[in-house]
């Protein structure tokens, strides 16, 4: 099937499509946030400067709260505004409103946060010391471990260990559209308008410590210019501020980010650390892996530990090993908090399961990809949490086309002899072998319970009520298409509402790669649900279900014929959350990686020179989005991987800049090749798995295994800046 | 905020002098723009743009010099096939600056005055030799680009003057080079840059983000004239160590620019000069 065009593409291409920070709302006040200077410390006092006639001013702070000083998330740790403590620079302490965005910028300067500092962890690498303690015993906020076989054993025994520590750093979402969020109040009932991927997550966050019931809070996204993770959790943060500011200036506020802001006080990927313990035979066979993984939480929870659990169970890799032992630990410091991004932990921890793989090849004198056939989990075999595969895809033929159609075996017979031969350029391919599990970690979706309704509207068209948002992914369009394909409409008779809690159940947030998998199958599910609601028998299609809508209409005027989804789990999983053992997903999308590189060593800059990629997805179900998701993905890892450097200061972004925290242009990518396999999923809508985050987790391992196999050196951190490659050359020549 | 518009340069001079010591004269405006809103001390104002004033407007070609007004942007000088001819280090620096939004809107003027040590158009200028020529309300006076800065930000020109023009030599390079590490391929700001000439005058060597200021490497450029051997980029560093002193800062590190730079200019410079690399022709990288 030919890809249809994408629903509000050509608005968005012509500037038509209004964000939060186009919408003209009459009597409006701008808001805008104080924050703490310091990492730590005591709030001693607050002062308003005398420059500013603070009569024409809304201040609020954490007693202006109605309901409990909590964002609610999975804890209840971080305060909506610091009252007598701050644990991070630029935790927010006081917001204030007023109708010229210009004094506002003015106003904000005048206030002053006097903080008694106290001692700051700020390296989640190293122990903290006794002074830097604030949590438990290490300021460990989440510890989790799998464990298959008996790894110490068999580590024992082995014939080879090889061992690898590898580090990955922050990196920032830039998505198009900076934070922002609107907020009044109607007939009693406190509506928020805004940037966001998970309405029901600000719904919960605003009647949590606005103390209100559901039916007085009303959530709406407005049209979203970006997510990548960044909108899942900070929005009820700038929610409850837009909130509170309105409610006590008695009318509409608007606080929009501007870059920096947004930059120096949004979330970030976790940095992680990760060390790889390997028994392997001579044949390069995995025979025990030993993995521990930590991450930078920042200052409050947030989603670490969610975050810490997918990266773990990802961390063993595509492989199949007997013996394994992951633990893993999200750790506070007094960084700025770290949230969801792209990927959520299964990035970082397969860029270091990657990289090891080929530090085992190197040790062993095995070529990285015959190592990788030998240990890629066939069917029958099982995951680190004993999850047994058994999908029919075939793992090695996936990474075999990746290498055919990258031409790797010529391209590195080709590059040996131009890097004999060039004075200073040196040329290398690298592979990566990934998967990704798709929606929530093992009963994640059964708690859920995600809902979705498709209702017959009198016109004749039918309409998909959800909460899953358009982030930029594709969804109206895909949604529009599994509609319209399940009923046999034309996609013109199908409508999706705006995302608006008044309006649509909740189908879960718009995150883990879930939505066309997870809620598609739940849009399939309401309109075969609509069927029988209208009387109609479940082969009936097009001409058969608007004839039944135009009848149903004539005997019931009033009454709307809806049909309603709720997640059921397909048969045959199981997870035991107290063991980490299990089904850790319904099922995995498989990848396989190649990039080729070359090297400056004049400049030590690395140039991605071409980006193959190879994919089993269950479905594609467009194929220009679907081609969009992988190349984007891929465009973003490279920043990860070569460019994207915070540079942190007091546990904040020093670089809270676009020209100096460098993401990837035009001129930074090669050709990517985006090549697709198709083994559909029976659960997942017309077959499809999760494909949003898998483009995220393979090309840093596939780059930095290129530029290993250009030079030689073993490049275990990124991202691999110039700067850091020169270093890492400079020690290995010493 | 405040912007003055004056339609001639004695009233620019004197709406500076108004508007003293906060007036800042502005023309394409790029430079102020990358802070906005954060830098609050940046735009104090009031800004006086030139941009309307003709007698700034424009380059030409006169015997023996290619005469930059102070509005002549990146986008005259790419776009002139004169300057691709004679000149092809400028167009060459010029679209190495941001997109071609800036290029069309920047001026090498403005890129001299706000005395980046990381302007892209300097050391190209600087390279040819120009001169800077200034004017005050009774008086012009004109100055070698490389006499025009003093330290960091810290300009040879009285206050309240404006830079009318840049002067650059008709002379004939029978080799230059520029060079541009960004921090990325397009739209970046560069990390180690350099701008090499060797004409009748003897070799220029110009580099930027290695100093307070753009800066001349004068004792390279005193080896080069010599033909001094050097047998590896290691070996440049000593020389380049006397005039330049690169620092650590959050786009990258003084020891990342000393050695990049080094590598750089041995690999542009090997080529071109038989005293420069190893005998065997197999050189380090």
């Known amino acids: ?734 | 905020m405040k912007i003055l518009t004056p339609n001639s340069i004695p009233e620019a001079l004197r709406m500076l002098k108004d508007g003293s010591p906060d007036a800042r004269p502005i023309a394409g405006a790029t430079d102020l723009l990358v802070h906005w809103p954060d830098q609050r001390t940046s735009h104090a104002g009031p800004f006086v743009d030139l941009s309307r004033i003709d007698a700034l407007r424009g380059h030409r070609w006169t015997e023996d010099e290619l005469v930059l007004g102070a509005l002549t942007t990146y986008w005259d000088i790419i776009t002139d096939p004169r300057a691709n001819d004679e000149l092809p280090i400028l167009p060459r620096a010029a679209r190495t600056v941001g997109a071609v939004q800036i290029q069309t809107r920047g001026t090498w003027a403005g890129n001299i005055a706000n005395a980046s040590p990381a302007a892209d158009g300097v050391p190209a200028l600087m390279a040819l030799d120009a001169e800077v020529e200034t004017a005050g309300e009774n008086d012009t006076a004109r100055v070698p680009l490389d006499a025009f800065y003093l330290g960091y930000k810290q300009l040879n020109m009285q206050p309240g003057w404006i830079i009318t023009a840049i002067h650059v030599p008709r002379r004939r390079c029978d080799f230059s080079s520029f060079i541009k590490v960004g921090t990325r391929n397009a739209q970046a700001i560069t990390k180690v840059g350099a701008a090499v000439t060797h004409s009748d005058a003897g070799w220029r060597v110009v580099a930027n983000s290695m100093a307070p200021t753009v800066r001349r490497c004068r004792a390279l450029e005193d080896a080069l004239d010599r033909g001094i051997s050097i047998a590896s980029p290691d070996a440049l560093i000593p020389l380049l160590e006397q005039d330049l002193a690169p620092i650590d800062d959050i786009r990258s590190t003084a020891a990342y620019r000393m050695n990049v730079l080094a590598r750089v200019l041995f690999h542009e410079l090997a080529p071109v000069c038989p005293f420069i690399g190893t005998t065997s022709g197999r050189n380090a990288p």
């Not at chain 1, 702070?61 to 305060?79: F, K, S, T």
């Not at chain 1, 409103?97 to 002053?112: D, G, L, T």
């Not at chain 1, 609509?530 to 004539?554: E, F, M, S």
Request: hydrophobic letters at 40%; glycine letters at 10%; charged letters at 25%.
């Open chain 1, 1 to 734: 099937m030919a890809a249809s065009t994408r629903i509000e593409g050509i608005d968005k291409l012509a500037g038509r499509e209004r964000y939060i920070d186009d919408l003209d709302i009459p009597g409006c006040w701008w808001g805008m946030t104080k924050r703490s200077p310091v990492p730590r410390g005591t709030i001693r006092e607050i002062r308003f400067g005398p420059g500013v006639d603070w009569s024409e001013f809304v201040v609020v702070d954490h007693r202006d709260i109605p309901g409990p000083n909590q964002v609610r998330l999975i804890e209840l740790d971080q305060p909506v505004l610091a009252s007598e403590y701050v644990r991070h620079v630029h935790e927010p302490v006081v917001l204030i409103a007023h109708p010229s965005r210009a004094m506002c910028r003015r106003a904000i300067r005048e206030i002053e946060i006097i903080v008694d500092p106290e001692p700051a962890a700020l390296d989640f690498r190293v122990p903290p010391a006794p002074e830097q303690i604030q949590h438990g015993p290490d300021n460990v906020l989440s510890h989790l471990t799998i464990t298959k076989g008996d790894a110490e054993r068999a580590l024992r025994d082995a014939p080879h260990i090889i061992e690898g520590v590898y580090e990955t750093g922050a990196q920032e979402h830039v998505y198009l559209e900076t934070q922002g969020m609107a907020a009044w109040e109607e007939d009693g009932t406190i509506v928020v308008k805004g940037s966001m991927q998970c309405p029901y997550y600000v719904l919960n966050a605003l009647t949590h410590a606005l103390a209100r019931d559901e039916k007085h809070v009303r959530v709406v996204q407005a049209p979203t210019g970006g997510g990548f993770g960044g909108k899942e959790d900070f929005p009820s943060v700038i929610a409850l501020h837009a909130a509170l500011l309105a409610l006590k200036a008695g009318r509409p506020v608007k606080i929009i980010y501007d870059r920096a802001e947004d930059m120096a006080c949004t979330t970030k990927r976790h940095p992680a650390l990760v060390r790889h313990r390997t028994g392997v035979d001579s044949d390069g066979r995995l025979l025990a892996q030993q993995i521990e993984m930590t991450i930078d939480g920042g200052a409050y929870v947030t989603l670490s530990p969610v975050v810490l659990s997918r990266g773990i169970i990802h961390a063993g890799g595509p492989y199949a090993c007997d013996n394994v032992s992951i633990v893993g630990r999200a750790v506070f410091t007094n960084a700025v908090p770290f949230g969801a991004f792209r990927g959520f932990g299964a990035p970082q921890s397969q860029f270091a399961g990657e990289r090891h793989m080929d530090r085992i090849a190197r040790t062993l004198g095995i070529d990285p990809a015959e190592l990788r056939r030998r240990n890629l989990i066939r069917d029958g075999q099982t995951t680190s949490t004993s999850q047994t595969i058994n999908d029919g895809t075939d793992r090695v033929a996936v990474l075999d086309t990746a290498i055919r159609l990258a031409d790797a075996e010529k391209n590195q017979q080709e590059d040996r002899a131009f890097n004999a031969s060039h004075p200073y350029l040196r040329r290398g391919t690298g592979i990566a072998c990934i998967y990704h599990g798709g929606g929530f970690t093992g009963s994640g979706e059964v708690h859920l319970a995600s809902r979705l309704h498709v209702a017959a509207l009198p016109d004749g068209r039918v309409e998909v009520r959800t909460a899953t948002t358009e982030i930029g992914q594709g969804m109206l369009t895909i949604f529009t298409d599994i509609a319209a394909d399940r009923l046999g409409l034309d996609r013109s008779r199908v409508t999706i509402a705006d995302a608006d809690t008044a309006r649509v159940p909740n189908s879960g947030p718009t995150v883990a790669s879930r939505t066309a998998m997870v809620v598609g199958k739940l849009v399939e599910d309401a309109c075969d649900d609509l069927r029988r609601t209208l009387g109609l028998d479940p082969v009936a299609r097009g001409g058969a279900v608007t004839d039944a809508i135009d009848n149903w209409y004539r005997t019931h005027p009033d009454r709307e014929p809806v049909g309603r989804a709720q997640y059921r789990q397909p048969p045959g999983i199981h997870w035991d959350d107290e063991t980490y053992r299990g089904d850790a997903y319904g099922t995995f999308a498989w990848a396989a990686y190649a990039a080729r590189v070359e090297v400056d060593l004049r400049t030590f800059q690395t140039r991605v020179l071409g980006f193959q990629t190879v994919q089993e997805i269950g479905k594609v179900l467009n194929e220009t989005l679907a081609r969009g998701q992988i190349a984007g993905g891929v465009v973003q890892a490279i920043g990860w991987a070569l460019l994207e450097e915070c540079v942190w200061r007091d546990g904040a972004m020093a670089n809270a800049q676009l020209t100096n925290y460098i993401i990837p242009t035009a001129a930074d990518v090669p050709p990517i090749g985006v090549h697709f396999l198709e083994n559909p999923y029976p659960h997942g809508a017309r077959g499809a798995k999760g494909i949003g985050e898998l483009p995220m987790d393979g090309p840093a391992p596939a780059i930095a295994n290129a530029v290993a196999d250009a030079l030689g050196v073993e490049p275990d951190t990124i991202p691999l800046t110039p700067e850091r490659l020169m270093e890492l050359m400079t020690h290995a020549r010493a």
